[in-house]
């Protein structure tokens, strides 16, 4: 879309009635922005991506969390789908994919962004490596009487310090406003990019800052990583609702490198202060201790934030060992030998639960843990892996050789209902 | 309160149907938060504060905005007002003030709170100088045996490196896990605090963090403040609603000093970024470009701190010469002769306006500006000053000796309603 016309073209297909089946090319913010528009207006829409997850800013377990929102809504999401042609006479009638044909009134293809760098290329200024104009940090391109701003220039990566691309209106509104500085003969300059980015998707926020795992471990660092769900207020104030949070810290400094929350409840302001926390380069054990503000209306006693932080902490300590819910889905397709340990009560086991776990509730597991092997891999989980964790100690106390803990607990394990 | 019991005697007076109108003695966070309980349970409330504001930790003109926003709810705010005594014969029937007799069924002290330090200081232990149970940074007491943590210790001050008293969950809580950590051997601090504090207010919720502006000053700090109400998320998503928030900064280093936020749109949020800002010595220079996260539901394109901080940069560059509301207040009670300029569009002015004040709107400023004197003192406001400001400048640049503009404008001026 370059302009109001191209949204009020969609806008006017839908109102003719003429697009009930919806396909959209391409699962990232925009693609996914556009898909609650569309289904809100009652198309059947259908998301078709080629890697395997959607917004590839987060990592995979916490996309699949959006993924299976999106479906709540009706949306259907194919991944690792590969476009292959549209199919129609003059007007489109289907999606060809490597999954087959899907019915198809009208197909959107947000497929990435660009720079837009023509003018600049035209004009002989420099153009950086992401095919973007390459400007320094007071916004100067190569002729130094030009300036240039927004998705058409390359930006600086905090941690890499190389170019990256960062087409969003909060960069654009802020370099535009230390171009207009720079020109009026004072001196501002736009520092480094964290990649800080949120959209909505139905009820849920979604954000995220820093590194990703992956990138983080690509870059070379050696991570821990922190599944941290729990209500965004507390849990007795009316409308608390769940914050899922993932920290993503490096084993050797103890610094968060990253920071990615999804849910209805506030991600956006968790992000913020991690933002800080990150571009600050603060340690874990500060996050931990930071002084936010608190009532019971706008955080727990102790800040999801701060309650991510202390798990880390466990973790770098040695106090908690964790296995994420990729690698623990990982081994059971693998089939290896693990024993999934409940400790949740009675009546949490009645509603829901995972097949092939072992139930034993926290309160009873000192008397009945000689049931248990001592040799195998024993994975403790409850809901929100705080009980988990629990039974985890009192296990390891008692000789266990290898007891883990569910990262997140069944709050952020979505893989059965992905099967 | 001292428990839960206490709580439900309140409630159980309520319930039986003996309390109607009802006395608060404080208007600190206590006496306001359980101004808001009863009055939702269908209470008479006066709230009797000796002081010229409630809620001291805000700024006066931040807690007359509150004092209005109770006000519209019934709640009755009695500012420089002194508590004389109770009338009564067995059950209390009024209470008696500075300015008169107070009918009341029910009265409740929330005077302020002491550090419960008896049993420290029966086992000989250090007390500090506000009477709280002296520890070290690792919560251990004067005897190296002895930790202690919550409301009966003492903090340290971020800026003044003194003892404080944060009688606050948060704090209790974080202490708690410190003193939990040490005892098993580890090592963890409880770094200086900031006073972060937050309290919801029927539909407002209240924050803040840092040193108020008197404060500072009190401490030494030549400061630049801003007042910038703004919409917490971008105007055009339902469900906008104004923050307003006000920032200090120190002129000398440009560092901001402190921050306090109001109204319904999520105050807690920019506070917890400023607090990250505060306590990383950040200046409003690094504030004003920081990589916060964006989508239109979450908050506008320039967050509302970053919007903030940039006043405080027009000003402590010169371009903005802004005048505080108490400040204008003062000169208009010594009936010094000002010229308050109005410059927002007929239709607004139609519908509020301050008396005695001048309208011309921004777009024909230039045309009619030769009816204003030179020599006098203008003040140009809008509703949020961003107009006020453009009036400024180009009242300046065309030689006017003394323009000023409104901080933030009309919404942050409760003064002609407070007479």
């Known amino acids: 879309l370059h302009g109001v016309n191209d949204a009020e073209g969609i806008k006017a297909v839908l109102e003719a009635g003429k697009a009930h089946d919806v396909v959209i090319l391409g699962g990232g913010l925009i693609g996914v922005e556009i898909t609650e528009a569309l289904a809100r207006k009652g198309c059947r829409v259908t998301i078709v991506e080629k890697r395997n997850q959607i917004l590839h800013d987060l990592d995979w377990e916490m996309a699949k969390l959006v993924e299976l929102h999106l479906e709540s809504h009706g949306v259907k ?37 660009r720079p837009n760098a023509e003018l600049a290329r035209q004009a002989g200024l420099a153009i950086g490596p992401l095919g973007g104009v390459k400007v320094d940090s007071h916004m100067r391109t190569s002729d130094p009487d030009i300036y240039a701003a927004g998705d058409c220039v390359e930006s600086v990566n905090f941690f890499t310090q190389q170019p990256c691309y960062e087409p969003f209106g909060s960069i654009a509104n802020k370099q ?70 993932k920290l993503v810290v490096d084993t050797k400094s103890r610094q968060l490198l990253g920071a990615q929350a999804i849910g209805p409840g506030h991600p956006d302001k968790r992000i913020d202060v991690a933002t800080m926390a990150i571009g600050g380069r603060m340690t874990v054990d500060q996050v931990a201790n930071l002084d936010l503000c608190y009532a019971p209306r706008f955080s727990p006693v102790m800040d999801n934030l701060i309650t991510a932080a202390n798990i880390a902490r466990n973790k770098l300590d040695g106090a908690m060992v964790g296995i994420t819910p990729m690698e623990l889905h990982r081994r ?49 989980f409850c809901n929100i892996s705080l009980r988990g964790y629990e039974a985890a100690l009192i296990l390891r106390a008692a000789g266990f050789a290898d007891v883990r803990v569910l990262d997140g607990g069944l709050d952020m394990w979505p893989y059965e209902k992905l099967q």
């Open 77 to 113: 999401v194919l991944t690792n789908t590969i476009f292959e042609g549209f199919q129609g006479d003059g007007r489109i009638r289907g999606v060809q994919t490597s999954r087959g044909v899907l019915p198809a009134d009208l197909a959107i293809l947000a497929l990435g962004i």
């Open 176 to 245: 535009g406003r230390i171009v207009a500085t720079n020109l009026c003969g004072a001196k501002d300059t736009f520092p480094a990019t964290l990649h800080s980015v949120a959209c909505q998707v139905f009820e849920y926020g979604v954000a995220r800052s820093g590194l990703n795992e992956q990138t983080a471990r690509d870059l070379g660092y050696e991570v821990t990583t922190v599944l941290a769900p729990s209500p965004d207020r507390e849990h007795f104030v009316p409308g608390a609702k769940t914050l899922m949070l």
């Open 332 to 380: 059971i397709v693998n089939r290896e030998d693990i024993l999934l340990l409940d400790v949740r009560t009675h009546s949490e086991y009645e509603q829901e639960r995972l097949s092939h776990s072992r139930h034993i509730p926290l309160g009873i597991l000192r008397e009945r843990m000689g049931e248990l092997p001592k040799d195998k891999l024993i994975v403790a």
